[in-house]
């Protein structure tokens, strides 16, 4: 019996985040239900990247034929972009851009496979390597990292960082592994029931990822509105604890439990609900030392690494009132929403819009034939939003200070309003605009009804579009700097020949005039001649 | 099609917070209308109708829809302020030249709602107090010291035809039995002060006792309204709680210097339009400071101007003041007092 499982695993969280909102959680709706999959689309798209950064490259055809697992999108190990892997057996039907659920309403590239199942017998070795057992501890951390990349793993909370770049922190700058298993939006469920079916697994990734970074320290951190989760986890610990032999190194491990409040999950929010630090402004969990990380994404990783499972599906909460089988689902990427709402009938004649995430960070769409993408944890199909656009006419701001009380990250937010609302880009930054976490906490609590993250978005991309055109002009300014320096080196260079030539025709007229045809000085060279010739004889 | 902004919103709307103010002015009000006649009651009549007929213009002519704006209410209290801080038996043009200004030029003109920087409350009532200052300081006594109280008939005529039918005017109802005419306590004090009493000597007299306790009800309605107004979390307890101790502080280090010149905080704090001003004008959250450290200033430094103007001024209250003041400070005050965001207090130096 290690000494460790003595201690207490389960504790309450000693720090507090500033502002935050207690909206109504409806995650009743979808967590009573076991996990489930369902039947599989017949064709799925693709996106060529979830972050849209860093080079992807492919060199598929349409009507190649395609097996699950097969990488379908390249990425470099350094780049901020993850592999693709194909959800299924079938043929490439398509290589265009698609609707895939941009705000911006335009189309982005992406691949359409027409699902075509094999059976068992078809398959080609690759696939038979998924029932192979091995010892991550045996692995190298570059080994590990590979296979992360190789599994095309990003983070599952929402933000679709490639996680194989958070594994790659320098060696020994982290201390702490957090794993992140707040899921304080209302309507989302997945981590809890993932939590509550599989804790093992999750643990298994967390010590992978802890083993991957050199920390020697996990903490789980949880709300307390997932009591069965908190259970199934702590068990877990406590079994992987008395697992452990003597000879063993151990993990400190411990779940901390937060009170319940949007948004405790968001990284900043849970770094300082935990560790009591702020991360600096401008600066990365790792320079305190910790790494953050989705018990989705943890659950992957272990997939990952112990069946060399590369990731084409994820745990995604479908709910809302107009779902006829509210629940957690496996959802292959790719999939259509439009597949999904048929499966768990949802009652599409009400359905004005749905949405992909959660209710206040999420987006919202009315294209069923979009996919889900590796961020997509939750889709809501909810009668409450009766439209598309939110109410396009608000009331003006009366500065009643709500949102400020209710922000977390302690900003103005109606003086974020006010400025980018009038562009002024120079104050917005001066009053740290891009702090902003985007929780909505703000636009949640506000009287006249604003959607005040509409406007940050809008203003933090312009902000960033100026910059951009900023480095551009600087650059072609130096450009330009630069050929005018130049020309005018030419020019200087010119001149200074034309003056030496000048000179030297100057000082050739000279000598004439003295000498008008050159007789004297060749009588004197002839002087000299013969003198010479005198001298040199004996 | 698509939006970045899932947008979940769950907040009483700005029309009902300030339809819940407007309902929260009610005990104060009532107060007001009990002890000072139905000239109150047809004032704020007038004033509130004048409120949004102004607005309703004024937006019609910026081409916005006025019956949806005007619904939001923010006029409607406007014209309720004004018509509390009035006195009973203003001549109905009085009243509409200051709710009129109030509307149009402290508001409409700057933009409407969330964009005047001055209270336009108390614009208007200033405008008021500086045009008519003789009618603005007729009040009227308590009604059990007066010799005859206006009916509601007589005081509709009054106000609209400057007599009754039996030809009585305002300075007939001001008299009290003994020809004692009494203004407000802060104009009575003032006066008594100029006239070289002592404050006990003021405290001693019958008639001054008599003649301003109505107003510590009247100011215990308004409190009880702000009550409501902090419980049910509409309004916050940085201005009128910074605001009702800088009163406290500044007038009791006064009495404390010399009791026999200056008044008691018990005195400050339940005359004039203490709490109307705590809880319902200085709270105007559109030109008060943005952030709550800067609140607490704004609302620190209105109280000690109503003290200093109540006591050194030319005029005897001085909400109205003390709040235009402040609301030219506010900018000021916001900038010096932005929060420290996230991460920025342990913000490393990369470069030295």
Known sequence: MNQLVSKSIATD??????GGIHPQEYKSLSNQQPIASIQEPPFYILPFSDLNKGSTTTNL?????VEQGQILINSELANLSSVVHSPCDGVIADISEFDLGHPSGLEQPAIKIQAMPKSELERSAHADSLTDQIDYQSLTNEQLIKSVHQAGIVGLGGAGFPTHIKLSAPKDSIHTLIVNAMECEPYITCDDRLLREHPQSVLKGALIAAKTVSANRILFGIEDNKPEAIAALKTAIENYFDELTSTQESLEIKIIIAKTKYPSGGEKQIIELLTGQQVPKGQLPSSLGILVQNVATLEALNKAINQRQVMTKRLVTITGNLVGKPGNYWIPFGTPVSHIAEQLEVNLEQLACFIFGGPLMGTRHS??????????????????YKTLEYPAKHQECIRCGECELACPMNLVPQQLYWFAKSQQWEALEEQQLFSCIDCAACSYVCPSEIPLVSYYQFAKSEIKDIKNKQIKSDLAKARFDNREKRLARIKAEREEKRRKAAEAR???????????????????????RVKAKKENKP | MSNSHAFLNDARPTHQLMMLVCLALIPGAAAQIHFLGWGILINLFICAGTAILAEML????RNKPPLETVKDNSALLTGLLIGLAIPPLLPWWMSMVGVGFAIIIAKQIYGGLGFNPFNPAMVGYVLLLISFPVEMTAWLPSPDLATAAPNIIESIQIIFFGQTSSGANITDYQKLADGFTMATPLDHSKTAFSLGNMTSEIFQNNQFLKGTGHWFWINLGYLVGGIYLLISRIIHWHIPVSFLLSIATCSTLLFLIDGQNYLPASFHLFAGATMLGAFFIATDPVTASTTFKGRIIYAVLIGVF???????????????????????????????????VYGEKIEVKVYD
Do not use: M
Request: with cysteine; aromatic share 6%.
């Open chain 2, 58 to 61: 004024i937006l019609k002519l």
């Open chain 2, 306 to 340: 109503v003290v200093v103007i109540r006591t050194f001024g030319g005029y005897p209250d001085a909400i109205a003041f003390a709040v235009l003041l402040l609301n030219i400070a506010t900018p000021t005050i916001d900038h010096y007092t932005k929060p420290k």
């Open chain 1, 61 to 65: 055809e349409i009507a190649q034929p």
């Open chain 1, 506 to 528: 100057q000082l050739a007229a000279a000598n004439k005039t003295n000498d008008p045809d050159g007789k004297k000085s060749a009588i004197e060279a002839a002087l000299q």
């Open chain 1, 13 to 18: 969280a000693q720090y507090r985040i500033k």
């Open chain 1, 367 to 384: 294209n069923l034939e979009i996919p889900t993408k590796k961020s997509t944890n939750c889709i809501i199909f909810d009668s409450a």
